[in-house]
């Protein structure tokens, strides 16, 4: 799914993320929290929270914080999951 958000929006549309990740509602929070934190792109994690707070995933679980070590981008990050965003 990372790999896919990355491809946005050269090579995949907003409209088939949002389908997919529609249907990933059972999610490892803990499992999520290693991968995001291993991920090298702001972008990417960004939409990911975007996508999951959407579709009302357990994104409440994740620490947000600990995704990134910049603080600016760590408060960005959290605004991005509370923050409504239009497509």
């Known amino acids: 799914m990372l790999e896919l958000l990355d ?5 995949e549309s907003f409209h088939q ?12 929070p803990r ?4 991968l ?6 702001v972008k990417v994690k960004r939409l990911f929270l ?8 357990a994104c409440d679980r994740l620490d947000v914080s ?8 760590a408060s ?3 605004a991005a999951g509370s923050t409504p965003l239009t497509i």
């Open 76 to 78: 960005s990050l959290k």
């Open 17 to 28: 993320v949002d389908a997919l990740m529609e249907g990933l509602s059972d999610l490892s």
């Open 7 to 11: 491809e946005l929006p050269e090579r």
């Open 50 to 57: 975007f996508f999951a707070d959407r579709h009302r995933h």
């Open 36 to 41: 995001l934190e291993a991920c090298a792109s």
């Open 66 to 73: 600990a995704l990134i070590s910049d603080r600016a981008s």
């Open 31 to 34: 499992r999520l929290q290693s």
